[in-house]
């Protein structure tokens, strides 16, 4: 045993912005190596979007099928990334106790979650681009407000991070895991995102509007099938999610 | 042996980094912390100074959540926790940059490969070791592109030990570093803490290897039950109580009072079966030649002469009553 000054104390946190954005890209990279997680944020929503544009199964009510479709397939996008993916790669972080090591680290933890939220923006910035890049090859023609459509994608965030982490919080891993995919699919179909709402007996609909997907959709296509304004109603349905949803993972998300 | 209540550390054991003059890196006092209606930790008092101390105890002994009280896992039902000054949860912020963190198991994204990982935890600190230095160090280099899901679990172990020491911290909290891990691993982890120790990192580390404390530790606090049973140096904890003994055989019928008077006052000797001695007491090279001259001057050939020595496998054995790792 001799001092070899390797390890002589010089203990201290690196800079608050450095420590958020080095998570951000960790997340970021672990979500984009992941093929299970690609395969929901990316091939599925892609799938959705060529098939049912190019192949005349479902009834889109007036108009061309990509006009009707994308704006659904980017309100897929955003909730299989907020609520799906992240729902899923949290609850096994916290199983296998990253959050906890982290936890004990310089990053606090409100940093932690930024990050989380940086790296969902990020990817679903890159959805985004995906996405509308193979809609206008299918001739996609968009109307209405671009800062509409964000204020949508932000709150639709905002709604499915909180929905999300609180699964993830609370749940078992495996739980989440086939719990996130159920709800997945079952908002796939029922969620007006390739169904036009309108197909749906009319009890049924308005339960169905009040959904957090159901919201985001109808708010996505009002601008950019329909070239509405501000669409408040489903801004308004997306906010109470978020708010709810937020506070409830931030009252009841367990660590370990 | 005494019995600390509180403990008190490193009375009349060797000098050691002028550890008597250093204020605690940690101080327990009256820890009770309950899960449900089990109570965990029982009112646990425990005094850690500069330097590597061993927390030892069986399963299910309090260890774990002792120090993860300290490491601000945990909120104690009552009691306080103090580690380098400052208060684990509320002070938080300030405590984490100046502590390392090695868990029991995991801690690592499932996908991150393990230079990754390592580099990611350097990055959030100011100062952070040279991280191919110490992977070279650990040994870890071989893992290439591996991610940590295939790691073999010596792998996954030294990566997280890397992942506490990367940070440059003040003390380290190793929880159980070498359990699974085959002998030439085990080493290498000692190693690692004992550079720690010289280059002035203190160590804190849980274990249930008796000669894994007993090698290591500057100070070794024994857990059974929730509580600290017994504190001290290796040295201290395994004097005490029972004595340690020397045996020889020789040609019976010895005459065992002339022998006693020979031995210093403290020392117990008689003749356990025809031919076979035993000698209890403080065993030294002292007391090995006094016997042995005393043989000598007798005419006796002391033959099969043995020297045990108390471990603190005897020590936890006397205090339980059970097997370390019953």
């Given at each position: 045993m001799t001092a070899t000054g390797m390890y002589t104390p010089k203990p201290?946190?690196?800079?608050?912005?450095?420590?958020?954005a080095t998570q951000a890209v960790l997340e970021?990279?672990?979500?984009?190596?992941?093929?299970?997680?690609?395969?929901?944020?990316?091939?599925?929503?892609?799938l959705v979007l060529v098939l049912f544009s190019s192949v005349d199964i479902i009834d889109t009510d007036e108009g061309k099928a990509v006009d009707f479709l994308t704006p659904g397939v980017l309100a897929l996008a955003v909730m299989s990334t907020a609520f799906t993916g992240q729902a899923i790669a949290t609850g096994f972080e916290r199983r296998y106790g990253v959050l906890k090591r982290l936890a004990s680290s310089p990053l606090p933890r409100w940093g932690l979650m930024t990050a989380k939220t940086a790296s969902v923006l990020v990817t679903e910035f890159l959805q985004v681009i995906l996405l509308t890049v193979i809609a206008f090859a299918l001739g996609w023609s968009p109307h209405g407000n671009p800062l509409s459509v964000l204020l949508l994608l932000i709150l639709g965030t905002a709604a499915f991070s909180g929905l999300g982490l609180l699964m993830a919080g609370t749940l078992k891993a495996e739980a989440t895991l086939a719990a996130a995919n159920l709800v997945f699919l079952l908002l796939l179909v029922g969620g007006a995102v390739m169904v036009p709402l309108s197909k749906f007996p009319s009890g049924a609909q308005d339960v169905l509007g009040l959904l957090p997907i159901t919201a985001l959709s109808d708010g996505l296509r009002d601008?950019?099938?329909?070239g509405a304004g501000v669409p408040w109603g489903d801004l308004g349905i997306l906010a109470v999610w978020a708010v709810a949803g937020l506070a409830l993972a931030g009252r009841f998300f367990r660590w370990e | 042996m005494e019995i600390l209540h509180p403990p008190v550390c490193g009375a009349g054991g060797e000098p050691r980094l002028g550890r008597m003059r250093s204020e605690p890196v940690v101080q327990v006092h009256a820890l009770v912390k309950r899960y449900g209606t089990k109570t965990a930790v029982d009112g646990l008092d425990l005094v850690a100074r500069a330097g590597v101390t061993a927390v030892l105890g069986p399963n299910g002994a309090g260890k774990t959540t002792t120090v993860e009280t300290c490491e601000g896992y945990r909120r104690p039902d009552s009691g306080t926790v103090r580690v380098l000054g400052l208060d684990p949860v509320r002070q938080a912020r300030e405590l984490h940059p100046r502590i390392g963190v090695m868990l029991q198991s995991g801690g690592v994204y499932s996908g991150a490969r393990a230079d990754e990982m390592l580099r990611h935890v350097a990055k959030l600190h100011a100062h952070p070791l040279d991280v191919d230095a110490l992977i070279e160090r650990l040994g870890l280099g071989g893992c290439g592109r591996t991610t940590?899901?295939?790691?073999?679990?010596?792998?996954?172990?030294?990566?997280?030990?890397a992942m506490a020491v990367v940070g440059r911290p003040e003390l380290v909290f190793l929880d159980e570093p070498t359990a699974g891990l085959d002998p030439q691993a085990r080493r290498g982890t000692w190693d690692l803490v004992r550079d720690l120790r010289a280059d002035g990192v203190s160590v804190i580390l849980t274990t249930h290897y008796m000669d894994e404390a007993e090698q290591l530790a500057d100070d070794v606090a024994i857990i059974d039950g929730g509580r600290v049973i017994a504190q001290g140096t290796p040295e201290e904890l395994c004097r005490g109580g029972a004595e340690n003994t020397l045996r020889f055989m020789g040609r019976p019928g010895l005459d065992v009072g002339s022998l006693l008077k020979a031995l210093p006052a403290d020392c117990s000797?008689?003749?356990?079966?025809?031919?076979?001695y035993r000698v209890v007491g403080k065993v030294n090279p002292q007391l090995l030649a006094t016997v042995t001259s005393w043989c000598a001057q007798h005419g006796v050939m002391p033959e099969k002469i043995s020297v045990e020595r108390h471990t603190l496998e005897d020590v936890f054995l006397e205090l339980t009553g059970k097997e370390l790792r019953a």
């Open positions: 201290g946190a690196a800079p608050l912005g450095r420590m958020i970021t990279k672990m979500l984009l190596r992941n093929g299970e997680q690609l395969l929901l944020t990316v091939v599925i929503p892609t601008v950019l099938q329909h | 940590y899901r295939r790691l073999s679990g010596g792998q996954q172990q030294r990566l997280a030990l000797a008689a003749e356990l079966t025809p031919g076979s």
